[in-house]
């Protein structure tokens, strides 16, 4: 099992640009989740899904969306990309009431 | 809503010092509670984890029991080592639907 993966590791992006983030789970979980982290913030949920074809927001979840069009797979994207959503971006899932899983982070840099 | 309030970091340890990481929590029911660690430039792993009042969770050597009465899951272990440095998050899930609630992490650091 390779657990949680997310592509790419790294990115660097105008401000303007758009791009997505891409979460793929093999556990079969329902829930998947998309978090930010910043230097003393903790992490932030941006938006999570409690199955194939849902979305909800978390709680910073402007200049973000989502899609869960497989139950596998879980797409943040970025619109239109803006210096304050610099970040470390990690994917989890989980089953309902189990324990979360993480993916290994992508880390965004808009310039 | 649900929170997680945990000491604030950073901590610097010696090597086979005792370590302590308080953590208290607000939440509505029996929340689930939950300690991940972050090596550095990976994602967050759990470490243990106790799902009810008066459990204790423990692995690698470190322990955290649920207390209900003072709202706390505060982690321990009785000697750190230099490879126990890492960042802290104290974690809840009040149902197993919603999303868990983190603290905002403790750095831990510990020195030969």
């Known amino acids: 099992n390779a657990g949680v993966t997310q592509t790419p590791k790294f990115r660097v992006l105008k401000t303007g640009q758009s791009m997505t983030l891409l979460c793929a789970q093999d556990m079969n979980h329902e829930y998947m989740y998309w978090y930010r982290q910043d230097p003393g913030m903790g992490l932030r949920l941006i938006h999570y899904s409690v199955g194939e074809g849902t979305t909800a927001k978390g709680e910073v979840p402007d200049g973000y969306n989502v899609s869960r069009l497989k139950k596998q797979n879980f797409l943040l994207g970025l619109e239109s990309a803006a210096p304050s959503q610099t970040s470390v971006y990690f994917c989890?899932?989980?089953?309902?009431?189990?324990?979360?899983?993480f993916g290994p982070g992508t880390r965004l840099t808009v310039t | 809503g649900d929170s997680v309030t945990q000491m604030e970091g950073p901590v610097t340890l010696s090597e086979e010092a005792f370590l302590t990481i308080n953590c208290t929590y607000t939440?509505?029911?029996?929340?689930?509670l939950f300690w991940y660690v972050q090596y550095p430039g990976e994602g967050l792993q759990l470490l243990l984890k106790?799902?009810?009042?008066?459990d204790k969770g423990s692995n690698k050597g470190f322990e955290a029991t649920y207390r209900k009465e003072t709202t706390s899951f505060h982690l321990e272990k009785g000697s750190v080592q230099v490879s126990d440095s890492a960042v802290y998050f104290c974690?809840?899930?009040?149902?197993?639907?919603?999303?868990?609630?983190f603290g905002k992490g403790t750095r831990l650091s510990v020195i030969a």
């Open positions: 989890a899932s989980r089953f309902a009431g189990g324990e979360q899983y």
């Open positions: 974690a809840l899930s009040s149902t197993g639907n919603t999303p868990l609630v």
């Open positions: 939440a509505t029911g029996y929340p689930s």
């Open positions: 106790a799902t009810k009042a008066d």
